[in-house]
């Protein structure tokens, strides 16, 4: 192995070879720089290999000869090999991407480049205190120095002051780490770390103080809030190839420095670092959300994980060996993350975050922001989502609620403006100036990428071998959907007939597994979805984007019902989530509700990873059944969390606001997926947990009852809004939400036949809400509005969508004789055995209203007065028809044998409910109130139907069909279809009667909300004045209040 | 003013609380009787080990000879930028309302002083880091002497330019010989900076304590040509 | 307690680094507040130099006066001047540094006043 | 288990009586609100001749598909709600095609006609079609309410959702019918029972003053027919329902009679003694007299 | 240690935080950065007292010597920023 004194010896012998070469030769001296941080990274590499591959111990590299303390030592392990690995390939890309800034610099510039990665590398390898000081002033300085360089690029003088306030803070650090330093090698004899910590120094007299100034010195380098306003002046400003470095290269080192000194800090100092840690997570998050300047903005986030990841060495204590494991995931994912972001802002023009719209035109640099801004919030199979799931579940294990509670806040405010960002990329407009594609610049942004894909394999791994986790990358619908990401180029039919082969052979390989309960779920999620995209085959061109997330949705849908612990379960639920997300963001104006969908959802996933973990209570491994063995007083809590996370899928009334944006602004053929297939995703989730909790008592609510309400009261308001509705999509979004209500309603009744219903609606929704959202979207496709009163009269034009929605309406609105009756004949029956008598009432008030929506949105499309600019519209196109047709088939044969489906469920749901089942006797159903035979019902209903029909045909059998205008009206023909056709406002009595419930409220508390949030952050952020010496005080400051905290809790 | 006085209220409220931490540091300070494990360890091996007079040579040459190499490379890259950015500054900035003065020309006295004086100071800058391992002085003030003979010869002439080329070659060589020396440590003998690369000689004579003597000089080479470098760069800049 | 040489320098050198913050603090000027910086530093270099005192002993030189044997008893710890040559060093490259951009804002500026360099904030 | 044959020609007879029935009711309606209003009145019979002409009559228009299916819906909606419904309590004969005559499936098959007429309507592309549909509409979701809770406090009363069970338990005496042993919720059912009557004071929706020419016009001879009689059939069908649930149901043809034409007149005596609401004065009538009433009921139970 | 050279020292240490306070309070720039230079070179002879040989030469040399002199190269080239940012503006 070669010594990794190499590393810093390289460094400098090049570092120094650069002073030789002449000042010309700018490509010799850029390809030694080059070259020489590619050694440096080899050399980690090497031994970071070592140390995987072998189960080597750390080395200790005695300098002079002489063992430590009596001379300075490095030490070379796995982390600080991992660690010097980051730092130098950060070093070197950054290096790459800085080529043209660098080479008009000339060598000297490229030495203090090389300096300033030598010195992180020191600071991550040394054992001794004043050597770190000497590499941290090292770093300092040519930080500094980069800074001052890279002034000469913007020329606008705004980097020089950066780096002045940045120079200013490092005096007051350097004065306070020099102190404590020489205090502690007083109290210690030595200026070992190791040695530090094995005296105990903050035993010892004046100890603790020194340590303290050490400590805080440290601490002060990771931009703690509020005495941070520098750095954020330095990542606005500076060279954004240096700012990767800063964030990712300077920020690990230092974080590695903190956790050495907590080595010698011990116990005591753990819950300081912590508290500085999440106070600096929640505000630099909070702070980010105002920021329009992106580097800025990408400041804010890398001060917050930061924070983070001080949170997690400060709770070592409890997270113990998995210390390591979390911090490392954290700090791998903002570390690439960040460098690749930082990297990326390097190719866009504009500095606003609506600039950041250029990218759009590179999928390839789209796919790169997102894997980025994926693993910065954690989400799977990313590092930070493995490592977010231990840290949650230790923390809940040992009760650290607040805690646990601040970090899931914080970072769903992080997510918040990330993916508020990624929303400006894809829908925002392009900026005039293009972006930047040079070589050498994109480069390292795929470096990036494929070092945030190979570190979510590692991960993975690392889980696997930690904790008996799979390896999420392995899971083979991920797979699959990720494959999509390589077939991009394909023509969307192939690829189209890829996915709905995939998703076939999928069911077929798995079906056997499923009981009756999931396979109706697996069908819909599969079958179901493969119908669904039979229409995409509409979409012509190559339809890039759509495949790998559609993939992703519908592999998180297939690995959730296969789920059998938590964690499969949480990792299907996030990509699902995520999935969904980029679906809906394809809509043309999606932008808000797209952003408002992830925020909800991630929100509400944040509660369910909170509920597992206060389930788990530390132990590694939960299965989803054990939940079921959980006690009071900790189960009430779980069941809260995890209801309230999935009922934020299922849009239930307080989280729905989201819902009716996503879908209707959604493609024609994604709406259909997100509500026909994806809300079920919701309701998998209630049913697996009542399945396993049942009723739960919080402080005297039955919660299932509260859910009953919730049920009730979402299905009136959802349909009441859906009423008002002028745009089609919209209403048959807020139908969803209604439909939603009852069918939590129906399990919240916990008893048989509420279980039966609820597996019913899922049925009928996704069949009937897909058809009328198919059918909706090909008459919109084709009129180029979804404005109903812009309709009228389409009936002659596209009388296959017309049969499609007639049929549509007459199953949902429950009218027998098609399925939507069964629904509410089993509702019925249910309820009568349950005493929730005031919420069954709120029911009954929302079935009626139902109605109402139904007919208008049949009337307003396709009857009524044809408007002239319509005359033309053809059918919709074949291909979102034939899915539509094969759902009327289907609605028509469960409407008559609904036995096919519903008996094996009923059957499957007696190990649960054994009383109040049905009974089947042959075609005619049974309950123990009432009687269904669907069947005769039909045969009785067609008989008439077609009895009286043929006779009116008969009858009329010479009419012709009249002129559009051809009726009497006021003794004028009316020649303007737009004033004929009755249609906006439609219910106005309604609104008049029952306007008032419709107020927005709910939405006004939720944009409250963020509004305060926003402006909370926007008034923060103002004490960041601006100017160095404000800045000295807030770090002034700041010390003062960590030493009166730090030394409150010494005993 | 107002706003002054607060904030210098401020200032001094926050500075009496730092005052506080360092006056319970001054409080809780105890002289040692006996000295420390590390310092002990250093008298007594020092001689033996090292072979240097100057403990406090040993320990900044030898024994924590990577903080000094870090020492140097701050010195290194602050010239660097220094430079580097006083270059730029070069570039024609006549900012109107700010006309170039015409320099007062420098007494007879002293630039015939400055030109007997410099060969003697730079003698003696040599003289002291080539005996930094056996008296007080070293590489850094030895270093320091020698910048200041440059910096009489700069306030003689101040037009004088100096080749700036000429410096670097001189720093970047002691330079790569100091990390080339603390390799061959590591290669040949103990450890990186080992200095016993050399024989350790007998206490006390000029040629003893190893490559000491070399390191320091290099240091000392480095460091002059270094403050140099920087007080070039900073008396050729053009009025700001 | 405030007998011995080292409490009187090492007190010494606190009031310094107060000063010197304090200046750093109050003084809008850069150069001013450099000046204060370099007093701050000073500071620090007594303080280090005074825990490292030992009543009644030489500097750690070995010579006739300090043979080797008895060097245990009769030197002083060498260790913090080490510390302080190191620290002193690099106290001039940050002072070197400041200058140079005190300098250039200058130069871009045409003031060396700290308050009106606020354009980067929030 | 086997289809007897024999229930069709018997429902169908049923549904001969009905619509004779109800003709006669209509017109007899007809005639005593005419004369509360001192105006002479139709003749008994006229609505067999309007009918008879009507059928008799051939179109020559239509406005397209679903115009013909209008009337077709809604006739088949009352006549379907109707067979649904056992008529006579007890009688095999009269029971009809309503097999264990289920509730909910009567409920909802109410709106089956509803949905087709207002379909119908919709197409012939008439805006003062959709004016009616939506008035219609909206009310009848309002006046469904009490009716719905009402009846479901019945279900929860006798605990089945059997039409032909609730009768069974409210025979033996008078006092045995939910009338009296559950007088909220048929004070409830029978507010609804106003709303959905098209009579005053709720009658806006056919509003044959405001709105001169609605469906009915556009609808005419051979559509109009089946509308009438459908006109004949229906709410007798509703009233039937109503009738076995809160009145104890009927047991022979005369009962039948007697009880049907009560209920009727009490919609007709409101008609003509209160003038008409517009829509969203009806809507929160209902919801401020008649579903509290309805919801008292249910917690009553 | 006699007497003579504690007082001493408490001179001196009187001296350069008289210095010290010289140089962060003089309205005049040069003036403040000779008494910062005097600071270090009061100090250079306080690590003299303390025993520190080698420290002593570093700071008269680095501290007092080539810092003072960086700041008057500086100075000369900022004329008419001496005064931004005090007080009275």
């Known amino acids: ?239 954004p190839a240096f700012s990767a470095l800063f964030s990712a290269a300077t920020g690990a080192a230092a974080l590695y420095a903190a956790d050495k000194l907590l080595l010698i800090g011990g116990a005591e100092w753990l819950p300081i670092a912590t508290g500085i840690g999440i106070v600096t997570f929640v505000a630099a998050n909070l702070l980010a959300l105002p920021q329009t300047h992106d580097r800025r903005l990408l400041g804010y986030s890398s001060i917050a994980q930061t924070g983070l990841i001080l949170v997690v060495l400060g709770q070592r204590d409890i997270l113990g060996e998995h210390t390591l494991f979390i911090a490392g995931g954290l700090l791998l994912s903002h570390a690439v993350a960040k460098a690749g972001l930082f990297w990326l802002s390097g190719l866009v023009a504009g500095r606003e975050l609506n600039a950041w719209a250029a990218l759009r035109s590179h999928p390839l640099l789209v796919f790169a922001f997102v894997t980025f801004i994926c693993m910065l919030t954690g989400l799977p199979p990313f590092p930070g989502f493995y490592a977010k799931w231990e840290l949650i579940h230790l923390l809940a294990g040992e009760g650290r609620i607040a805690l646990l509670g601040l970090i899931l806040f914080s970072a769903l405010i992080e997510a918040g403006y990330l993916f508020r960002w990624f929303g400006y990329v894809m829908k925002r407009e392009s900026p005039a100036e293009p972006v930047d594609t040079a070589p050498h610049k994109t480069a390292a942004v795929l470096v990036a990428v494929i070092a945030a894909w190979g570190l979510s394999f590692l991960w993975g791994e690392l889980a696997g071998a930690l904790f008996g986790r799979g390896n999420i990358l392995l899971a083979l619908p991920l797979l699959f959907a990720l494959s999509f990401l390589l077939l991009d180029p394909l023509p969307a039919w192939l690829k189209n007939t890829l996915a709905i082969a995939g998703m076939v052979a999928w069911f077929y390989l798995t079906y056997t597994e499923y009981d009756p309960l999931r396979m109706i779920f697996a069908a819909i999620f599969l079958i179901g979805g493969a119908l669904t995209l039979l229409a995409s085959y509409h979409a012509h061109g190559k339809r890039i984007g759509f495949y790998p997330s559609a993939m992703l949705m519908y592999a998180g849908l297939a690995m959730l019902i296969r789920a059998t612990s938590t964690f499969d379960f949480f990792v299907a639920w996030e990509l699902l989530t995520v999935g969904s997300y980029f679906l809906i963001l394809r809509g043309k104006h999606s932008e808000p509700h797209a952003l408002s969908y992830i925020l909800f959802s991630l929100g509400g996933a944040f509660m369910i990873l909170a509920g597992f973990a206060l389930a788990a209570q530390g132990a590694p491994h939960f299965s989803l059944a054990s939940l079921q063995e959980l006690a009071q007083p900790l189960a009430p809590w779980v069941f809260l969390l995890l209801a309230i996370g999935f009922m934020t899928k299922t849009a239930a009334i307080g989280l729905h606001i989201w819902l009716p944006g996503a879908h209707a602004e959604a493609e024609t053929d994604v709406s259909p997926m997100v509500s026909g297939i994806l809300l079920k995703a919701g309701l998998y989730g209630l049913i697996m947990l009542l399945l396993t909790m049942g009723r739960q008592n919080f402080y005297g609510v039955d919660l299932v009852n509260a859910m009953l309400w919730i049920g009730a009261i979402t299905a009136l308001i959802g349909n009441l809004l859906a009423i008002f509705q002028e745009d089609a999509k919209r209403l048959l979004a807020y139908s969803s939400i209604g439909q939603m209500g009852y069918a939590m309603f129906g399990l919240a009744l916990m008893n048989h036949l509420g279980w039966l219903m609820a597996l019913m609606f899922v049925i009928n929704h996704y069949v009937y809400k897909s058809m009328l959202f198919l059918a909706v979207g090909g008459v919109a496709k084709r009129t180029g509005t979804r404005e109903m009163y812009r309709m009228g009269g389409l009936i002659t034009l596209m009388p296959l969508s017309f049969i499609a929605t007639l049929i549509g309406i007459i199953a949902v609105s429950g009218v027998p004789p098609l399925s939507g009756f069964g629904g509410r004949w089993i509702f019925y029956n249910a309820i009568l055995t349950s005493e929730a008598r005031l919420p069954m009432i709120i029911l009954f008030l929302a079935g009626p209203i139902a ?157 409250t909300m963020t509004d305060f949030l926003h402006t909370a952050g926007d008034l923060t952020r103002r004490f960041y004045t601006g100017n160095g010496q404000t800045y000295a005080y807030h770090l002034l400051g700041f010390v003062i209040i960590v030493y009166l905290f730090g030394m409150g809790i010494q005993p | 003013m107002e706003p002054i006085m607060i904030k210098n209220a401020i200032a001094l409220l926050l500075l009496a609380a730092v005052g506080a931490i360092f006056v319970s540091l001054l409080a809780g300070y105890m002289p040692d009787e006996q000295l420390n494990l590390t310092a002990r360890y250093y008298a007594e091996r020092t001689a033996q080990d090292i072979g240097t007079a100057n403990i406090v040579t040993a320990i900044v040459v030898t024994y924590r000879g990577l903080d000094t190499l870090g020492e140097v490379t701050v010195l290194f890259i602050s010239a660097a930028i220094v430079g580097l950015v006083l270059a730029q500054g070069r570039l024609p900035t006549n900012v109107p309302g700010s006309p170039q003065q015409p320099r007062v020309p420098v007494g007879e006295l002293l630039s015939t002083g400055s030109r007997l004086l410099t060969p003697l100071i730079l003698l003696l800058g040599i003289y002291v880091f080539v005996n930094g391992h056996l008296t007080p002085g070293g590489g850094f003030q030895g270093g320091a002497i020698i910048a200041s003979g440059m910096l009489l010869l700069l306030l003689a002439d101040p037009l004088k330019h100096f080749s700036h080329r000429l410096i670097d070659v001189i720093e970047s060589i002691s330079g790569l010989l100091f990390v080339g020396i603390g390799v061959l440590g590591l290669l040949y003998a103990g450890g990186f900076l080992d200095n016993r690369l050399l024989p350790i000689g007998t206490l006390g004579e000029l040629f003893s304590a190893g490559v000491i003597p070399l390191i320091y000089s290099l240091i000392g080479l480095k460091v002059g040509s270094e403050f140099s470098s920087m007080l070039a760069s900073l008396s050729e800049t053009e009025e700001a | 307690m405030m007998t011995s040489l080292a409490h009187w320098a090492m007190a010494a050198g606190f009031v310094l680094i107060l000063i010197g913050f304090y200046g750093a603090l109050t003084n809008r000027n850069l150069l001013r507040m450099i000046v204060a910086f370099c007093i701050a530093d000073t500071g620090v270099n007594i303080v280090l130099v005074a825990v490292g005192h030992m009543r009644g002993r030489t500097a750690p030189i070995l010579d006739s006066a300090v043979p080797v044997a008895d060097a245990v008893s009769r030197i002083i710890d060498p260790v913090p001047q080490a510390l302080v040559l190191t620290a002193i060093v690099i106290g001039l490259g940050v002072t070197a540094m400041m200058l140079a951009y005190a300098l250039k804002l200058y130069e871009k500026k045409r003031t060396l006043d700290i308050a009106k360099f606020t354009e980067l904030k929030w | 288990m086997t289809f007897d044959w024999m229930k069709i020609p018997y429902a169908l007879l049923t549904l001969f009586i009905v619509f004779n029935f109800g003709l006669l009711l209509t017109a007899f309606i007809a005639k005593i609100g005419a004369r509360a209003g001192r105006r002479h009145g139709i003749p008994i019979w006229q609505n067999y001749i309007d009918l008879i002409k009507n059928y008799g009559q051939r179109s020559s228009i239509t406005h397209g598909v679903m115009f013909y299916l209008g009337p077709v819906f809604r006739l088949t909606g009352g006549v379907g709600l109707l067979l649904f419904v056992p008529t006579i309590y007890g009688s095999e004969m009269f029971s009809n095609l309503s097999f264990a005559g289920d509730l909910i499936l009567a409920l909802y098959f109410v709106f089956f006609g509803t949905l087709g007429m207002a379909l119908g309507a919709g197409e012939s592309g008439h805006p003062h079609a959709a004016i009616g549909i939506t008035r219609g509409l909206a009310q009848v979701t309002a006046a469904e309410l009490p009716l719905a809770l009402a009846v479901f406090a019945v279900a929860l009363q006798y605990q089945t959702l059997s039409v032909t069970e609730i009768v069974a338990a409210q025979q033996g005496g008078m006092m045995n019918w939910t009338m009296f042993t559950n007088p909220l919720a048929v004070a409830a059912a029978m507010l609804a029972f106003l709303g959905s009557m098209m009579r005053p004071p709720f009658d806006v929706v056919l509003a044959p003053q405001e709105i001169p020419i609605g469906p009915p016009t556009e609808y005419h001879s051979a559509y109009l027919a089946l509308m009438q009689t459908n006109r004949a059939i229906f709410p007798i069908a509703k009233i039937v329902i109503y009738m076995n649930l809160f009145f104890g149901g009927a047991t022979s043809w005369p009962e039948f009679a007697v009880k049907v034409f009560l209920i009727y007149l009490f919609s007709a005596f409101v008609g003509v003694c209160f003038p008409r609401f517009r829509v969203e004065q009806s809507i929160r009538w209902f919801l401020i007299w008649a579903v509290p009433l309805g919801v008292l009921s249910i917690l009553w139970v | 240690m006699s007497s003579l050279i504690n007082g001493m020292t408490l001179v001196l240490c009187v001296t350069m935080i008289g210095a010290a306070l010289v140089a962060i309070r003089d309205k005049r720039l040069p003036i403040a950065i000779l008494a910062s230079g005097l600071v270090s070179l009061i100090a250079s002879i306080l690590f003299l007292v303390l025993a520190a040989p080698d420290v002593a030469m570093t700071e008269a040399a680095i501290g007092s010597g080539l810092t003072t002199f960086l700041f008057f190269f500086v100075l000369a080239r900022v004329r008419g920023g001496e005064q931004d940012g005090a007080d009275h503006d």
Not at chain 1, 95 to 124: E, F, P, T
Not at chain 1, 130 to 158: Q, W
Not at chain 1, 854 to 877: M, S
Not at chain 1, 899 to 911: I, K, T
């Open chain 1, 1 to 239: 192995m070669v010594s990794p004194l190499y590393i810093i010896a390289v460094a400098l012998v090049a570092a120094f070879l650069l002073g030789l070469l002449k000042e010309e030769r700018r490509g010799l001296a850029y390809s030694v720089t080059l070259v020489t941080l590619a050694l440096m990274s080899w050399i980690s590499a090497n031994w970071l290999w070592l140390f995987i591959s072998t189960d080597a111990v750390p080395v200790e590299i005695y300098t002079a000869g002489t063992a430590p303390p009596f001379a300075i030592n490095l030490r070379m392990g796995l982390v600080e090999a991992a660690l010097t690995l980051l730092i130098n390939l950060t070093g070197l890309i950054s290096g790459l991407a800085m080529k043209d800034s660098l080479l008009r610099q000339g060598r000297r510039a490229m030495a203090v480049w090389l300096v300033a990665v030598m010195a992180l590398s020191g600071i991550v390898l040394t054992r001794d205190m004043f050597n770190m000081f000497v590499f941290f002033e090292l770093a300092v300085i040519a930080t500094a120095g980069l800074v001052l360089i890279s002034e000469h690029i913007r020329n606008d003088g705004l980097t020089l002051a950066a780096g002045f306030k940045y120079m200013i803070t490092s005096q007051f650090i350097s004065t306070f780490l020099l102190i404590g330093i020489i205090f502690a090698y007083h109290a210690t004899g030595t200026l070992n770390i190791d040695g530090m910590a094995n005296t105990s120094l903050v035993l010892l007299n004046g100890g603790s103080i020194a340590f303290f100034l050490m400590f805080i010195a440290i601490i002060a380098e990771l931009k703690p809030f509020p005495a941070n306003g520098w750095a954020l002046d330095i990542y606005e400003s500076a060279d």
């Open chain 1, 851 to 1007: 109605f109402l929506y139904l007919f208008r949105l049949i009337y307003t499309i396709f009857l009524g007065q044809l408007k002239d600019e319509f005359r033309r519209v053809k059918e919709a196109p074949f291909w979102i028809i034939l899915p539509q047709m094969i759902y009327v088939a289907i609605l028509l044969v469960v409407a008559v044998v609904p036995g096919l489906v519903l008996r094996h469920v009923d059957a499957y749901l007696d190990q649960f409910f054994p009383n109040g089942g049905l009974s089947w006797d042959g075609m005619i159903i049974t309950s123990d109130f009432g009687y269904w035979n669907p069947i005769a019902i039909m045969i009785i209903v067609g008989v008439i139907f077609m009895t009286l029909f043929s006779w009116l045909l008969f009858v009329n059998r010479r009419a012709q069909k009249v002129k559009q205008f051809n009726i009497v009206f006021s003794a004028e023909r009316p020649f303007r279809p737009e004033t004929t056709h009755f249609a906006w406002n439609f219910f106005a009595p309604y609104r008049k009667a029952l306007g008032f419930l419709t107020l927005p409220l709910v939405t006004l508390f939720w944009s």
